[in-house]
């Protein structure tokens, strides 16, 4: 079984200030990893994926990601938050030796406050 | 760029009654998910074709959903009759072969059962 666990509802952060959405995952076998973003009544758009490599993934307007195997974690940040960037950021993981079915965390909602 | 199209946007109907829902992959990409997403959570899937077979519909309510994909392309996603606990946001996903491990998410359907 894959779970993911996004222990934070909400994060808040000022603009221009540096933001981390955590994700911690289960996987049987190799992680593959992604992060999306949704906006209201919309659908689930893609940031970034780490599937192998480099641990920092670079992705979409300007985030990134750490992955960190010992801590089963692959953390959203970016350097500088824009008001433009509030939305719900959902974590997702399938592993690399399972049928390819995506789960995902519960959702962290960002607020950036101008 | 090529999108995952999804119709209707929006659906609201009564208890009881029948309602359906559309998507159409991109273009060539042989496996597609249907996913539903209650407010405030991370999206669960509920079936998932390969080309025109179900790989895995374990969590798809048998009574009352049902999932089809005649030719391999475009899919319906029917609910018969509807409940007020299936008020929720319809997501549709679809990927290609090879490498890219990419899912490319529809706007969703947003049904709501009154």
């Known amino acids: 079984a894959q779970s993911v666990a996004q222990p934070e509802d909400q994060v808040n952060v000022a603009e221009g200030n540096p933001l981390t959405v955590k994700c911690t995952y289960s996987?049987?076998?190799?992680?593959?990893l992604f992060w999306y973003v949704q906006y209201p009544n919309r659908g689930l758009q893609f940031l970034l994926k780490?599937?192998?490599?480099?641990?920092l993934v670079k992705g979409s307007y300007g985030f990134e990601a750490e992955f960190n195997k010992s801590q089963t974690s692959f953390h959203l940040k970016k350097p500088s938050a824009l008001v433009s960037d509030s939305a719900l950021y959902f974590c997702?993981?399938?592993?690399?030796?399972?049928?390819?079915?995506?789960?995902f965390g519960g959702g962290t909602r960002l607020m950036v406050k101008p | 760029e090529a999108e995952v199209a999804q119709s209707p946007r929006y659906k609201i109907t009564e208890k009881s009654q029948a309602v359906a829902f559309w998507c159409d992959p991109i273009?060539?990409?042989?496996?597609l998910y249907w996913y539903r997403q209650i407010l405030g959570q991370g999206p669960e899937l509920l079936v998932q074709?390969?080309?025109?077979?179900?790989?895995?519909d374990s969590q798809l309510p048998k009574d009352r959903f049902s999932a089809e994909r005649l030719k391999g392309v475009d899919s319906t996603l029917k609910i018969q009759p509807a409940e007020l606990g299936d008020s929720a946001m319809y997501l549709c996903?679809?990927?290609?072969?090879?490498?890219?491990?990419?899912?490319?998410f529809g706007s969703g359907t947003r049904l709501t059962v009154v």
């Open positions: 996903a679809s990927r290609g072969t090879g490498g890219n491990y990419g899912y490319t």
């Open positions: 996987v049987s076998g190799n992680p593959y």
């Open positions: 780490y599937i192998t490599g480099d641990n």
């Open positions: 997702a993981v399938r592993a690399d030796n399972a049928g390819n079915m995506l789960t």
């Open positions: 273009s060539g990409h042989a496996t």
């Open positions: 074709f390969q080309d025109e077979s179900v790989v895995d």
